[in-house]
């Protein structure tokens, strides 16, 4: 079985920052990558961070320069900084990674999301 945990949304005000956890825990041989995705109401899911098992990052346009992507490979838990958080920041954030299982299965796994509200 492989899990993976979310945490450190919340309501925020504008101009505030939070930090999103993910631990991937189970069966796991390697990660490959692991990224962050969001989806707010009525809107489409979108990619907002990735990183590589190597280190090597991508960010959406709407997010650079506010947000930052991190791993930890030996906990196998990823970090998204948020800051100066806007309100059209607001979604519910997924957590995704790319690995390959003890048994040899390769595939993508979810978490069950985080609300990250940014309001006044």
């Known amino acids: 079985q492989v899990q993976l945990v979310e945490s450190g949304g919340g309501l925020v005000q504008p101009g505030g920052s939070l930090r999103l956890s993910c631990a991937a825990s189970g069966s796991i041989f390697s990660i490959n990558a692991m990224g962050w995705y969001r989806q707010a109401p009525g809107k489409q899911r979108e990619l907002v961070a990735v990183?590589?098992?190597?280190?090597?990052?991508d960010y959406s346009d709407s997010v650079k320069g506010r947000f930052t992507i991190s791993r930890d490979n030996a906990k196998n838990t990823v970090y998204l900084q948020m800051n100066s958080l806007k309100p059209e920041d607001t979604a519910v954030y997924y957590c995704?990674?790319?690995?390959?299982?003890?048994?040899?299965?390769?595939?993508?796994?979810w978490g069950q999301g985080t609300q990250v509200t940014v309001s006044s």
């Open positions: 990183i590589t098992s190597g280190g090597s990052t």
């Open positions: 995704n990674a790319d690995l390959l299982t003890d048994w040899g299965m390769p595939g993508a796994y």
